[in-house]
């Protein structure tokens, strides 16, 4: 066997655990002031103050809240699956994280005599493992409801595990759209195309607004979140969670805010390119300081998203059930499915 395949970059091995260690802990940092931020933005809608008596303007109220919650009492049904039920949050924690693997968080950089990729993992079907990952997302939820041997926590299970799914769909199918215009399934590559030419709102805007709906839905996020704000499920999925295994549920919520509107912002808003229709490089910048400009710009955009998610919560009431699934079913696949037909007719008169 020829030695040289067994040779390995461990310059490379290293970028990348520093990297994914640095986006975690974004993740986190961003998911635990996230839950300030929606306390303040509900209390400036709502004419309040909200949280401002834990340091300066409240800004310490999410640890205070995080150290609250590690100092409650660990409960763990004696009639539940022990190994399920801790393993269900766990899941929905991980697989909250996972989708982050292939965003490009910014350009490529140089350091130390290296070309850094601001990308965990450029896989050329970027898309499809971020569905994958969305997929795998509801056996949290499904494996801890079921764990917790409570109906209300089933009922709630079962209301995510199908809400989940049917957004799915029409999710996928907006993207088909979006696929054939690009001829590619590697985010990076999009993010690409996009620098060159137009982001792809400007061509597909009713793709991004029924992917957008679908991220609602997919998140648990008013006015979707029937999985456990109804009155007859107590807490849905969770109710029998508390401490950090509650935590992590909540956490994972607020994660799968942030990675989608990462998504969106990759998919149809250029992702780290800064100013559409235009080319930075005549400003003659160094490639580590684009590189910064740009994942400031895509930080930017999230957390324009962020902010809408918040705001529609706080804006719109919730659906009953069946209105969330006649939406689904009845509204957004056809949707997306003339939005797929037009796409597919638009592209063949071009090329003739």
Same mark, same amino acid.
């Given at each position: 066997?020829?030695?040289?395949?067994?040779?390995?970059?461990?310059?490379?091995?290293?970028?990348?655990?520093?990297?994914?260690?640095?986006?975690?802990?974004?993740?986190?940092?961003?998911?635990?002031?996230?839950?300030?931020?929606? !306390?303040?933005?509900?209390?400036?809608?709502?004419? !309040?103050?909200?949280?401002?008596?834990?340091?300066?303007?409240?800004?310490?109220?999410?640890?205070?809240?995080?150290?609250?919650?590690?100092?409650?009492?660990?409960?763990?049904?004696?009639?539940? /699956?022990?190994?399920?039920?801790?393993?269900?949050?766990?899941?929905?924690?991980?697989?909250?994280?996972?989708?982050?693997?292939?965003?490009?968080? =910014?350009?490529?950089?140089? &350091?130390? =005599?290296?070309?850094?990729?601001?990308?965990?993992?450029?896989?050329?079907?970027?898309?499809?493992?971020?569905?994958?990952?969305?997929?795998?997302?509801?056996?949290?939820?499904?494996?801890?409801?079921?764990?917790?041997?409570?109906?209300?926590?089933?009922?709630?299970?079962? !209301?995510?595990?199908?809400?989940?799914?049917?957004?799915?769909?029409?999710?996928?199918?907006?993207?088909?759209?979006? *696929?054939?215009?690009?001829?590619?399934?590697?985010?990076?590559?999009?993010?690409?195309?996009?620098?060159?030419?137009?982001?792809?709102?400007?061509?597909?805007?009713? =793709?991004?607004? *029924?992917?957008?709906?679908?991220?609602?839905?997919?998140?648990? !996020?008013?006015?979707?979140?029937?999985?456990?704000?109804? /009155?007859?499920?107590?807490?849905?999925?969770?109710?029998?969670?508390?401490?950090?295994?509650?935590?992590?549920?909540?956490?994972?919520?607020?994660?799968?805010?942030?990675?989608?509107?990462?998504?969106?912002?990759?998919?149809?808003?250029?992702?780290?390119? *800064?100013?559409?229709?235009?080319?930075?490089?005549?400003?003659?910048?160094?490639?580590?300081?684009? $590189?910064?400009?740009?994942?400031? $710009? &895509?930080?930017?955009?999230? &957390?324009?998203?962020?902010?809408?998610?918040?705001?529609?919560?706080?804006?719109?009431?919730?659906?009953?059930?069946?209105?969330?699934?006649?939406?689904?079913?009845?509204?957004?696949?056809?949707? $997306? &499915?003339?939005?797929?037909?037009?796409?597919?007719?638009?592209?063949?008169?071009?090329?003739?």
């Amino acid at each position: 066997m020829d030695i040289t395949l067994l040779a390995v970059d461990w310059a490379l091995v290293l970028e990348k655990f520093i990297f994914i260690a640095f986006i975690i802990t974004v993740s986190l940092v961003v998911a635990l002031y996230m839950t300030f931020g929606e !306390r303040k933005v509900a209390a400036w809608i709502q004419d !309040r103050l909200g949280p401002n008596r834990a340091g300066p303007f409240g800004i310490l109220q999410p640890l205070a809240d995080g150290v609250k919650m590690f100092f409650k009492e660990e409960i763990i049904p004696t009639s539940s /699956n022990k190994i399920l039920f801790i393993l269900g949050p766990s899941l929905a924690m991980i697989t909250a994280m996972l989708t982050s693997a292939v965003i490009p968080w =910014g350009d490529k950089a140089e &350091l130390f =005599g290296r070309t850094i990729s601001l990308q965990i993992a450029d896989v050329n079907i970027g898309i499809l493992y971020v569905f994958g990952i969305l997929s795998l997302g509801v056996y949290g939820i499904m494996i801890g409801a079921w764990a917790s041997n409570n109906k209300f926590s089933l009922m709630g299970g079962l !209301r995510a595990a199908s809400q989940i799914i049917s957004y799915e769909l029409a999710m996928g199918i907006s993207l088909i759209a979006l *696929i054939m215009i690009t001829g590619t399934l590697s985010l990076g590559e999009m993010v690409h195309q996009q620098k060159e030419g137009w982001w792809n709102f400007f061509v597909q805007p009713l =793709g991004f607004f *029924i992917f957008l709906i679908c991220a609602f839905a997919e998140c648990n !996020r008013t006015p979707f979140d029937l999985a456990e704000a109804e /009155n007859e499920l107590i807490g849905g999925y969770h109710s029998e969670y508390s401490s950090l295994k509650l935590g992590f549920y909540l956490f994972a919520e607020y994660i799968n805010m942030f990675i989608s509107s990462a998504v969106m912002a990759t998919l149809y808003f250029g992702g780290y390119d *800064i100013i559409p229709f235009y080319d930075e490089s005549v400003w003659g910048l160094s490639a580590n300081i684009m $590189a910064l400009l740009g994942a400031a $710009a &895509l930080f930017f955009k999230i &957390l324009v998203f962020i902010f809408i998610f918040m705001w529609v919560r706080w804006t719109v009431p919730r659906f009953r059930y069946d209105q969330l699934m006649n939406l689904g079913w009845k509204g957004l696949i056809p949707l $997306a &499915l003339f939005n797929m037909l037009v796409t597919a007719a638009v592209i063949l008169f071009l090329k003739k």
